[in-house]
């Protein structure tokens, strides 16, 4: 009988402590989302994104630091190089659950991933959806991937797993300030976008690495540089359409 008590008991503290922690969880959401409404528009421009071509990577070495504010701590990222990416967003993510309570250094400072393809992925929607799935997510081991998978009828598939893979980044994002972030957070699914800004590997104040980001389109070894070839992006600019957000 006192056994029974004492379980019970456990049990109603246990429901306490879920409930708690999921109040929290929405709230820090919620108020996520409100620091980062109302983007302003800092220019507009009649030029195109242009989603046929690579990203733009030029290397560099010995770059001063940056340093950067994640929601809770301070970081030095050490750029890698100068890049620039435009495609069609295929996912979105900012759902990192329990922001509050199981949040990394990595969540605290890349505050969404975007799902990003080009070339011949991103000239034609409905074919890509007929064919592939896309989806962006962190999983129960703290990783946050990008899972793509194809889709039947596979007799017609138009492209090899080969070309998808050399066509698709997952690119973590650290906004260079508020406005970027509230234009990045503003990006929907299938919109054409384009991003300006530094491959950067991340540090703490107390130089403890966090993450080194991919330096490679082609990287899909979870041993490679990037633990997985995503990009870690410090992002200066986003354009959505022909609207500018810096």
Wanted: hydrophobic content about 35%; glycine content about 4%; charged content about 25%.
């Amino acid at each position: 009988m006192e056994f029974d008590k004492i379980w019970e008991y456990f049990c109603k503290v246990c429901l306490i402590l879920f409930i708690l922690m999921f109040c929290n969880s929405m709230i820090g959401d919620i108020l996520f989302r409100i620091k980062y409404s109302f983007p302003q528009i800092s220019a507009t421009t009649e030029q195109k994104i242009d989603t046929s071509k690579d990203p733009i990577q030029i290397n560099i070495t010995n770059a001063k630091y940056i340093k950067a504010y994640g929601e809770k701590n301070v970081y030095a990222l050490q750029p890698q190089a100068e890049y620039s990416i435009s495609g069609m967003v295929v996912t979105k993510n900012t759902n990192f659950w329990f922001r509050d309570i199981m949040r990394n250094n990595f969540d605290d400072i890349c505050l969404m991933d975007l799902g990003i393809v080009w070339g011949d992925l991103a000239s034609d929607r409905k074919k890509l959806y007929k064919h592939w799935k896309f989806k962006s997510h962190k999983t129960l081991g703290q990783s946050r991937r990008l899972e793509w998978r194809s889709k039947p009828p596979y007799n017609d598939m138009p492209w090899t797993l080969g070309y998808v893979s050399y066509h698709i980044s997952h690119t973590h994002l650290i906004p260079a300030n508020r406005n970027v972030m509230a234009g990045l957070l503003s990006i929907k699914k299938n919109d054409i976008v384009k991003l300006d800004g530094y491959l950067v590997d991340i540090y703490t104040d107390k130089n403890e690495l966090v993450a080194r980001t991919s330096m490679s389109r082609t990287d899909t070894d979870p041993t490679s540089r990037g633990s997985g070839a995503c990009e870690d992006m410090y992002v200066k600019q986003v354009q959505i359409g022909n609207k500018i957000y810096k």
